[in-house]
């Protein structure tokens, strides 16, 4: 694990003291019932224009498969803040047979993916955390005999290609995959929880940054709601919106916390974002140089141009 976090004060989860500023991994404590374990794998926070995503893995001895199933549970976006934050209390009640794990994607980790050249798209990016986790799962020396994963994509492809990666095991991928199987929605609830708490107690990396989404001297600064913008297909939010349009600064954008890859935010700054012009110095003094260096030229031969000779003197 490379950083702590928190919800709502940035203490009561595993998680950071301070600005999420890096994406880092949170594995619980090691289950010590003898193995093999079955593993489920969800996301929460794959939509939202701000925060993290945040996919979250659980694995439960399968000789207690049956115990599992009498666990509530269950698709984390059918469940109150309450319950899905109990439900992660219970995951974490039987340490000798159940655990989790989270990785936590920054969100200037997922802009400076989408925005480099080539880029690395959303569906890469969430690749690559779910492999990382089933690979730290495996080092810490549990063995998987199933995984079930809410799908990402066409779901033959993907389960083929972890199949891939992972001989040995048995994938199943399918779509809604967190309501169909138990230790699916156990991991949609560590993985919507850690999101949530992100939101809820964001620590801005801009120290001076203070919200102005409503009018008044009231500090607006965490009124963004779910992170969804109204319309948005899963937990629009009013609030968001509002908070999109209060929070740009003109010259420069958005607190870190915004997905500045994302096309609501990159629609804001070229409405209402001053206009810049980068300058790139190095390549301004060579154009002036090339331009020097045409000018002196001018009326001299091509030998003496192809051999640098500039005076008689250089000779």
């Avoid at 891939?164 to 138990?182: C, E, N, Q, R």
């Amino acid at each position: 694990m490379s950083q702590d976090t928190g919800k709502a004060s940035s203490s009561s989860i595993p998680g950071s003291k301070g600005p999420l500023t890096a994406s880092y991994t949170y594995h619980s404590p090691r289950p010590t019932a003898e193995g093999p374990y079955i593993l489920g794998i969800d996301e929460a926070g794959r939509g939202p224009a701000l925060g993290p995503l945040v996919y979250g893995v659980a694995y439960c001895a399968a000789s207690h498969n049956e115990q599992l199933g009498e666990m509530a549970f269950a698709d984390s976006k059918t469940l109150t803040a309450e319950t899905r934050a109990s439900l992660l209390v219970t995951l974490s009640s039987v340490p000798d047979w159940l655990g989790w794990s989270v990785r936590v994607v920054c969100p200037q980790s997922i802009s400076s993916g989408m925005l480099r050249k080539p880029p690395i798209n959303l569906n890469r990016q969430s690749e690559e955390a779910t492999v990382l986790l089933i690979r730290e799962v495996l080092q810490s020396g549990l063995k998987l005999s199933e995984v079930y994963v809410d799908t990402l994509g066409n779901p033959v492809t993907y389960q083929a290609y972890l199949s891939s990666l992972f001989p040995g095991i048995d994938f199943t991928v399918a779509k809604k995959a967190d309501s169909i199987y138990k230790i699916v929605g156990a991991a949609s609830i560590a993985a919507k929880v850690n999101r949530d708490a992100w939101i809820d107690g964001w620590i801005f990396e801009e120290e001076h940054y203070h919200g102005k989404a409503v009018a008044g001297e009231e500090d607006t600064s965490h009124s963004f709601g779910s992170g969804y913008p109204s319309g948005m297909q899963d937990l629009p939010n009013p609030n968001t919106k509002k908070w999109l349009e209060g929070s740009l600064e003109p010259t420069f954008g958005y607190p870190s916390i915004a997905r500045f890859s994302w096309s609501t935010i990159k629609v804001a700054l070229d409405k209402h974002g001053h206009t810049v012009k980068w300058i790139d110095e190095g390549e301004d003094s060579l154009i002036k140089a090339f331009e020097s260096a045409s000018a002196r030229d001018q009326g001299r031969c091509a030998v003496t141009k192809d051999l640098c000779i500039r005076s008689i003197g250089f000779l």
